[in-house]
């Protein structure tokens, strides 16, 4: 991670990795922050990751990297330290590394504050299942149990085949009816036309007969 400052004479670009060295393996001696001098191309180590500090709160961590580089002259030279806060940003891994400000005109305690995002910084969300979501899974277990246990039951106890093996099939279809008819009773505009009766093939071809046409065949 790179930022870019700009003093109005000089320009330095600071190089963060956190864990680990910036330098070249050969020159690496710990350093997980440098600056580097724009116009001289002057290295100078600002914190080391083998003396480090964290301290976090709800939403933020701040790092505390030591043991950089003297002072020439200032801070009665003592070691440079690196003061980087970092904030939560869901959306992003690292991002937004910016240095914020150089203390360097007390007698000790000098530093460099940087910030910048990142989602390790973010509280862990505990995931849970509301009360309704409980019921919900209950209640498909049991649907699951009384299906596949009464099918169990009515092929290998019972004897069953078919659609017989369906646990209590008679009620769930006398229920299919009954929910087929409240359906119709509330969802119908009009009421439904009576029911014509059922007329053999030619009924209505046949008209009446006397019922004196038979008289004569009665024994007398």
Known sequence: ?????????????????????????????????????????????????????????????MLIYGSGDKYDSHCQQEARTAMIMISCNKKTLADDFTIIHEERDKSSDCFYLFEMDSSVACPIEESHLSVGSILIIVF???????????????????????????????MWRELGNLVADGCDF???????????????????????????????????
């Open 1 to 61: 991670i790179e930022t870019t400052y700009n003093d109005g004479k000089d320009s330095y670009t600071y190089t963060l990795i956190l864990c680990g060295g910036v330098l070249d393996p050969g020159k690496s001696s710990y350093e997980t922050l440098v600056q580097n001098r724009t116009q001289t191309s002057e290295i100078t180590v600002i914190g080391r990751y083998n003396d480090t500090q964290i301290i976090n709160g709800t939403d933020w961590i």
């Open 186 to 220: 509330v969802c119908r505009s009009q009421p439904r036309s009576s029911e014509t009766a059922y007329r053999g093939v030619g009924d209505d071809q046949l008209g009446e007969e006397p019922e004196e046409r038979d008289d004569h065949l009665l024994p007398m």
């Open 140 to 170: 498909v277990v049991l649907v699951g149990v009384y299906i596949i246990g009464g099918f169990l039951y009515q092929r290998f106890v019972v004897g069953a085949k078919g659609m017989e093996q369906f646990p209590n099939i008679a």
